[in-house]
């Protein structure tokens, strides 16, 4: 399935193209590898934009290595909110020559902690590549997704089990994130035993269902992260990411 991806040859990866704000995912081409920087407190998105950039820079690397990115929200965005955020978000991947005519190779995920969230959005982490032995195990970064179908006109019509979160809705729920997270990896060229980080993101007591919908089904076998936080859309209730990078560094912004 790895004929999906395209190739962004100046980042040294690859990437399933999805919408304008990120895309579904990213692997390292031949002779590169992923690497994750995560801040120890999160900065305001301009800021962590700049600090990831000096950060490349003292790598030797250029910006268009940024190849994806973690967001932290004060809360869930409404449907117009979303959109203008976005267009913001972009406008710096513009100006470092990766958004272009509407396409985004930057896989991303953005949610909203329900502790201490953050006052304004901000950067908890980014990932980049770097060159690496042509033999080194493949490295991937998985976009976050939450439970929305494609085609849908709004995200009210596209929400799994919208407004449900008994147990059967949140399994439901569950259940379409895990798809959709499985299908990422094939078109990535890669299965659920290849990643090494699985986080789950919701506000909700899961209960058996952790088990019974990602462990039981394949995923996490190295264990599952869990962090209480919303996606960033109001009406979406879980949100899935996964990876597998070569090195992880923390740093202060």
């Known amino acids: 399935m790895a004929g999906s991806t395209v190739t962004f040859a100046p980042g040294g990866y690859r990437y399933l193209p999805a919408v304008m704000q990120y895309s579904a995912g990213v692997a390292a081409t031949r002779g590169f590898s992923i690497q994750r920087v995560q801040f120890l407190r999160a900065p305001p998105l301009d800021e962590g934009f700049e600090a990831a950039a ?86 991937f970064v998985v976009a976050g997704s939450g439970e929305t179908r494609e085609g849908g006109a709004s995200y009210r019509e596209s929400i799994v089990a919208y407004g449900d979160v008994s147990t059967e809705g949140l399994r439901q729920k569950v259940r379409h994130v895990v798809a959709e997270m499985q299908r990422r990896l094939s078109g990535l060229g890669f299965a659920t035993v290849d990643a090494t980080t699985v986080n789950a993101y919701t506000a909700h007591d899961m209960g058996a269902l952790l088990r019974t919908e990602i462990f039981e089904r394949g995923f996490a076998r190295g264990g599952l992260t869990l962090q209480p936080s919303l996606p960033p859309v109001v009406g979406l209730e879980f949100e899935m990411d996964v990876r597998r990078t070569a090195a992880e560094f923390f740093v202060a912004s």
């Open 54 to 139: 000096a950060f490349l820079q003292a790598r030797k690397r250029e910006p268009t290595a940024f190849c994806a990115c973690e967001l932290r929200s004060p809360a869930p965005f409404s449907e117009h909110g979303f959109a203008a955020f976005n267009r913001q978000y972009v406008s710096t991947l513009e100006r470092w020559g990766i958004y272009r005519d509407g396409i985004n190779p930057v896989a991303r995920t953005n949610v909203c902690p329900v502790i201490d969230p953050p006052p304004t959005p901000s950067m908890h982490a980014f990932a980049f590549t770097v060159p690496a032995d042509p033999g080194a195990d493949g490295t």
